[in-house]
């Protein structure tokens, strides 16, 4: 009988462990961690304007994300390198480190999560171009219950040559011609009345028609549009330009770039950003200040 009791408790052990870990039910981050944003760690800039960041995520040890924040000095372009390093046990084809970043007005100008192209990467790249200066937050946060990760962030910055404005006030500023004296007390006599209207009808005032808005042509005007950011691929550049700029875009356009010859058709149109494949550099895109003008099909 003792041997019996024994061989069963062996074995609920066996199917216990063959069970495996419990999935977590939490939501990745501690209970009284309330805008995790507002203690961001601030990456300092070297010598060689780059700063990089080291550390580790674990979704069950409730340290799902973290926050970084960049401080850019000047208008410049900033670019962001992330790799990740999940344990080697541990890894599977749903593994992603997501990636965010936020300008100095708290919108989202950056993705890269389940959802965009680069998704399972383990190295991701971002090139953010003519970037006002002012305070940017970087979100990093892992997607699966089970994941873990350790992480290397790096970032570049670069400012741009602003053109110098030069001025010649006050050389082309009229001087202002004698005015006619007004008196201080209106000197027209109590006793003044205007005559009335001539044939005692009233006196209407016309006023200037309006001209029409002459109609837009067919197939609507170009639209200038900014990018925001931009990674090489097969065939090209692929480039990401903001809907904040692109009012009126929609898929199947043709974007052109100043210096590079042909356009090409934008797609992936969401509510924030569009996209297209640029056969052209980096290099031959940054000079064109960032920007391409879209046109309808």
Not at 98 to 113: S, T, Y
Not at 257 to 270: E, R, Y
């Amino acid at each position: 009988m003792r041997w019996i009791v024994s061989s069963l408790i062996v074995l609920a052990g066996v199917l216990t462990a063959c069970g495996g870990p419990q999935v977590p039910t939490h939501n990745g981050y501690k209970p009284k961690e309330v805008a995790p944003w507002k203690k961001a760690k601030a990456l300092k800039f070297d010598d060689k304007m780059e700063a990089k960041a080291k550390g580790d995520l674990s979704y069950p040890d409730m340290r799902r994300a973290r926050w970084f924040e960049v401080n850019l000095p000047a208008n410049g372009q900033l670019a962001l390198t992330l790799e990740a390093t999940p344990p080697g046990d541990a890894v599977n084809d749903d593994f992603d480190l997501g990636l965010e970043v936020f300008d100095p007005h708290a919108r989202m100008i950056v993705k890269a999560d389940l959802d965009d192209e680069d998704a399972h990467e383990l190295n991701k790249k971002k090139t953010l171009v003519d970037q006002a200066p002012g305070k940017y937050l970087i979100h990093l946060f892992l997607q699966g219950r089970m994941d873990t990760a350790e992480f290397d962030l790096r970032a570049t910055f670069k400012p741009t040559a602003a053109a110098e404005v030069k001025s010649n006030f006050p050389t082309e500023v009229l001087f202002v011609p004698a005015l006619a004296m007004v008196p201080l007390q209106d000197d027209t006599p109590r006793s003044y009345k205007p005559p009335p209207p001539p044939g005692g009808t009233r006196v209407v005032r016309h006023r200037p028609t309006p001209t029409p808005t002459p109609a837009p042509p067919a197939g609507g005007a170009p639209i200038g549009a900014r990018i925001i950011d931009m990674q090489i691929v097969a065939g090209g550049t692929q480039v990401i330009f903001s809907r904040g700029t692109t009012t009126g875009a929609s898929d199947g356009m043709k974007a052109s770039l100043a210096g590079v010859s042909g356009s090409f058709p934008i797609g992936n149109c969401k509510d924030r950003t569009c996209s297209a494949l640029i056969k052209a550099t980096p290099d031959q895109i940054r000079a064109a200040n960032g920007m391409a003008t879209l046109t309808p099909p």
